[in-house]
């Protein structure tokens, strides 16, 4: 059975993987809260994750060992860029 991003979000730990503008992937550990089929981060406007997302809207996440590498279970399909507040 695949694992669906529900199933992810509900882990405590997870990696937020953004990409730079050439394509390069950049995996950052988060914590997050589900709401609802949503997942809330929050993290500064002038954080590298903000610019990367700006720049390229293309996101996955994962389920995270505490000691931070993904794990091999994940959701990884290209998801919506999270909104980001003036």
């Known amino acids: 059975m695949a694992i669906s ?3 992810v979000i509900q882990s405590k ?5 953004t990409f730079t503008k ?5 995996p950052t550990p988060i ?3 589900p709401d609802g089929d949503k997942l809330l981060v929050i993290t500064g406007d ?3 994750k903000v610019k990367r997302i700006r720049n390229t809207p ?3 996440i994962a389920k995270s060992a505490r000691s931070n590498p993904p794990l091999r279970h994940g959701f990884h399909p290209p998801v919506p860029a999270p909104t980001v507040d003036p």
């Open 31 to 33: 914590w997050g809260v």
């Open 13 to 17: 730990h997870l990696v937020l993987t």
């Open 5 to 7: 991003f529900r199933d």
């Open 46 to 48: 002038g954080s590298w």
């Open 22 to 26: 050439d394509g390069r992937p950049k």
């Open 58 to 60: 293309r996101v996955t």
